[in-house]
């Protein structure tokens, strides 16, 4: 019943007020692909984040996390659709990128047991490890991996640079 109802209104203008009856009514029923589908669409993002609607979307990322689904990777591919079929001025997509940011901020506060773990981004020649003498040996330190620059220039010309006066 919800399902058919979220259609009806779907099908119709897009206002604030159908966008949150259709996530209620997808939620309610719990149609978890057509709730990320509606909120995961930019248009649909710029409407639901304002000051009255921003909790219902972080109520149901939070629904959403448990299914499996990340917003970061979900508002990633509709800012890309979104790019793709609007081509926005860079001005226009750098506010959009920004109310994301915004959002996704604000979302963190909201951490639950499917929050996952913060993973450092992988940089090449970079590797984490612990900081030596930590006392909870949480605190990443990030260490050049030493093979990087030998890989990249030619070892005598390292030894060159090394035994040069300006060196």
Not at 56 to 75: A, F, H, I, S, T
Not at 99 to 113: A, C, N, P, Y
Not at 142 to 148: A, L, Q, T
Request: hydrophobic share 35%.
């Amino acid at each position: 019943m919800h399902i058919r109802i979220a259609d009806v209104m779907s099908k119709g203008n897009q206002s604030i007020r159908t966008l949150e009856e259709c996530t209620c009514h997808y939620l309610a029923a719990e149609d978890y692909f057509s709730l990320k589908q509606t909120i995961a669409s930019i248009d649909t993002f710029l409407l639901l984040f304002n000051p009255y609607t921003k909790y219902d979307l972080c109520r149901y990322w939070q629904k959403l996390e448990g299914q499996g689904y990340d917003p970061v990777v979900e508002y990633n591919k509709g800012l890309e659709l979104f790019d793709m079929h609007f081509s926005p001025k860079p001005e226009d997509l750098f506010t959009i990128i920004l109310q994301i940011s915004r959002f996704l901020k604000e979302f963190s506060d909201f951490e639950t047991k499917n929050t996952p773990k913060f993973r450092h981004p992988f940089i090449r020649g970079k590797i984490v490890e612990k900081k030596k003498g930590s006392q909870n040996g949480d605190e990443p330190s990030w260490f050049p991996n030493k093979d990087i620059f030998t890989n990249i220039v030619d070892p005598s010309t390292v030894k060159q640079i090394k035994n040069s006066k300006g060196f």
